[in-house]
Nanobody
């Protein structure tokens, strides 16, 4: 009942920047926390950053100081500004949203981020 669509991924050189976007649609009301996770080949999905509806943020230690998560509550959209990218940031990045009315979390299909050295 809620669809999440990520965009903004691509290929970038180390030290470069990308901004990811994720828009919720469908029954996209009562969205609570939103976040970004990533999963590299052969590895589990790990938290990158989360943000509550009130703007409180949480970051993985590996991205703290380099990435910034933000959101537009009116548009049910979450962003991830990624600066000083490193090759180890290469992964598929997934958007996540908490649907309070449905008491569950939704995932996007992912967007590929590749950082070359």
């Amino acid at each position: 009942q809620v669809q999440l669509v990520e965009s903004g991924g691509g290929l970038v050189q180390a030290g470069g920047s990308l901004r990811l976007s994720c828009a919720a649609s469908g029954r996209a009301f009562s969205i609570g926390a939103m976040g970004w996770y990533r999963q590299a080949p052969g590895k589990g999905r790990e938290l990158v950053a989360t943000i509550t509806s009130g703007g409180s943020t949480n970051y993985a230690d590996s991205v703290k100081g380099r990435f910034t998560i933000s959101r537009d509550n009116a548009k049910n959209t979450v962003f991830l500004q990624m600066n000083s990218l490193k090759p180890e940031d290469t992964s598929v990045y997934y958007c996540n949203a908490e649907h309070l009315a449905g008491h569950r979390y939704y995932w996007g299909q992912g967007t590929q981020v590749t950082v070359s050295s």
